[in-house]
C-alpha cells in the first residue's frame, strides 16, 4: 500500500543502527508529511552487479516533503557493515502457536511490570516467566511488592496439535515490554513458544504490509523465584 514504489533489483540488504533511525523519527515533525525511504546506486555491492548482496557504501535515507509548506527535507543514514548471514533466521519449528489480541498481551505485560524488580546487580532487569501446560498460558513476575501471576485459559492455537508439552520460559519483562509497543499495528499477536530452547519470538501482521518478528532469548529462573 505505497503511493509509489520502485525497486530495480529483487532485494535490497542494508545495516542501520537502530538508535539512529529512532532518533530520525523522533525528530520528525508532527505535521501531515509525505515520507520516501530510498537506496540510491551504490558505490561498491557486495555479491557483483545485479546480484543480491549486502549494500555497503551505498546512500540511504528518507526524503521528507511537507506539501503545504514547499519544504522538502533529505536526510542520509549511515550505514553499519556486517555479514549478511548474521540476520538470517533458519527456519524454525516452534511446539505451540498462541493467538492473542495484542491489546490483552500489552495490558498483560504493563501489569506485570509493575510488580517485577531486578535482583540487586542484575543487568538482564526484572524477569517474566511464561508457561503453557494443559491449555493454560500463565504469565508471572516478582518483585519487592510482591507476586503476579496471569492466566489465560484455553488460547487460540495456530498450530492445534496433541502435543502435552509443558513450556517454561523466563525471559526479560522489560524488552517483552519494549515489544508490545507494536500494538497499534495489528489486532492480534502470535506467541511462538518452544520446547527446545529456541528464542520465544512475537509475530505482528501489518495489514497487507507484511509481518514484525521479534524474538528474545531464554533465561534462566532468578534467584529468588
Avoid at 542501520?16 to 501531515?32: G, T, Y
Avoid at 520516501?36 to 558505490?43: G, Q, R
Avoid at 493454560?136 to 511488592?145: D, H, N, P, Q, Y
Wanted: with cysteine; net charge negative.
Amino acid at each position: 500500500n505505497f503511493d509509489r514504489y520502485v525497486c530495480q533489483r529483487d532485494s535490497y540488504t542494508i545495516c542501520v543502527e537502530l538508535n539512529h533511525l529512532i532518533q530520525f523519527f523522533k525528530d520528525l515533525s508532527a505535521n501531515k508529511v509525505i515520507l520516501t525511504m530510498f537506496v540510491e546506486k551504490p558505490t561498491d555491492l557486495v555479491g557483483g552487479v545485479g546480484g543480491v548482496g549486502e549494500m555497503t557504501n551505498c546512500p540511504f535515507g528518507f526524503i521528507v516533503e511537507d506539501p503545504e509548506k514547499n519544504h522538502i527535507d533529505r536526510t542520509y543514514i549511515n550505514l553499519k557493515e556486517s555479514d549478511n548471514n548474521e540476520f538470517m533466521l533458519p527456519p524454525l519449528n516452534y511446539t505451540y502457536q498462541i493467538i492473542m489480541l495484542s491489546g490483552d498481551f500489552q495490558s498483560i505485560i504493563t501489569q506485570l511490570k509493575t510488580i517485577g524488580s531486578a535482583q540487586p546487580n542484575d543487568p538482564y532487569g526484572p524477569v517474566v516467566h511464561i508457561q503453557y501446560s494443559k491449555d493454560r498460558l500463565i504469565f508471572s513476575t516478582k518483585g519487592e511488592i510482591g507476586t503476579r501471576e496471569i492466566i489465560r485459559s484455553n488460547p487460540d492455537l495456530k498450530n492445534r496439535t496433541t502435543q502435552n508439552d509443558i513450556i517454561d520460559i523466563y525471559t526479560s519483562l522489560q524488552k517483552l515490554f519494549e515489544f508490545t509497543k507494536c500494538t497499534p499495528l495489528s489486532d492480534t499477536v502470535i506467541i511462538n513458544l518452544s520446547s527446545e530452547g529456541l528464542p520465544l519470538m512475537l509475530e505482528y501482521s501489518i495489514s497487507n504490509l507484511g509481518l514484525i518478528k521479534l524474538a528474545l532469548s531464554n533465561g534462566v529462573p532468578p534467584d529468588n523465584w
